[in-house]
């Protein structure tokens, strides 16, 4: 069981390009999340999804897509990356339990650097 | 809105002592789970403790427990017998009883001094 998995671990971008953060779960969970991580603001929440075929914007979804189109993965789409997302991306999943979400466990993280 | 606040940005204490992080959090919400994550240095977050709200008792994991006081909105987590290992980025949590999105606070740097 490899839990949640992220790649890459480290990319560096440069104005205007685009990229695919990627994030897979073999532990069969309907829901999974995007977070970015900034000094001094916790983790913010940028899209999530219910179920395949599901999603739905989180707090600050402005300039990433996001399918889901299997129950395994969730990526992320930056079109056109600019440097205000710099940032640290956390994936994170969980399942239900009697109508309820379960806790949510988290990827290792991909760091992005927009120059 | 649900906001979560950590007003501790950076705590230290020695080994094998205890240390209390604080946080404090808003809702109208009557029903609701609060959480502590650990980010140690490698990034990873780590679920530490979860409490569900119509619990009174206080959740306990091993060297770590938490203060739960509902009426005040306070969730602080205790941390006993401090380790080496222990040093890292914590961060207390807030989600609805029927949601699915986790609201954070901006984290406390835990440093253990030998």
């Known amino acids: 069981n490899a839990g949640v998995t992220q790649t890459p671990k480290f990319q560096v971008l440069k104005t205007g390009q685009s990229m695919t953060l990627q994030c897979a779960q073999d532990?069969?969970?309907?829901?999974m999340s995007w977070y970015r991580q900034d000094p001094g603001m916790g983790l913010r929440l940028i899209h999530y999804?219910?179920?395949?075929?599901?999603?739905d914007q989180g707090e600050v979804p402005n300039g990433y897509n996001v399918s889901r189109s299997t129950t395994e993965d969730f990526p992320l789409r930056l079109l056109s990356a600019a440097p205000s997302q710099t940032s640290v991306y956390f994936c994170?999943?969980?399942?239900?339990?009697?109508?309820?979400?379960?806790?949510?466990?988290f990827g290792p993280g991909t760091r992005l650097l927009v120059l | 809105a649900q906001t979560v606040t950590q007003s501790q940005p950076e705590m230290s204490v020695q080994e094998a002592e205890t240390v209390t992080l604080s946080c404090t959090y808003d809702?109208?919400?009557?029903?609701?789970?609060l959480f502590w994550y650990k980010q140690p240095p490698s990034r990873q977050m780590i679920l530490v403790i979860r409490?569900?709200?119509?619990?009174?008792q206080n959740a306990t994991e091993n060297r770590f427990s938490v203060n739960f006081q509902k009426a005040a909105k306070s969730f602080s987590l205790k941390i006993s017998d401090s380790q080496l290992g222990d040093t890292a980025m914590y961060f207390c949590?807030?989600?609805?009883?029927?949601?699915?999105?986790?609201?954070f606070g901006a984290g406390t740097i835990l440093r253990v001094k030998s």
């Open positions: 994170a999943s969980s399942g239900v339990d009697g109508g309820r979400w379960e806790t949510q466990y």
């Open positions: 532990m069969n969970h309907e829901y």
């Open positions: 999804s219910v179920g395949a075929g599901i999603t």
């Open positions: 809702t109208s919400e009557n029903n609701y789970y």
């Open positions: 409490q569900e709200a119509y619990k009174q």
């Open positions: 949590a807030f989600m609805k009883w029927s949601g699915n999105k986790l609201v």
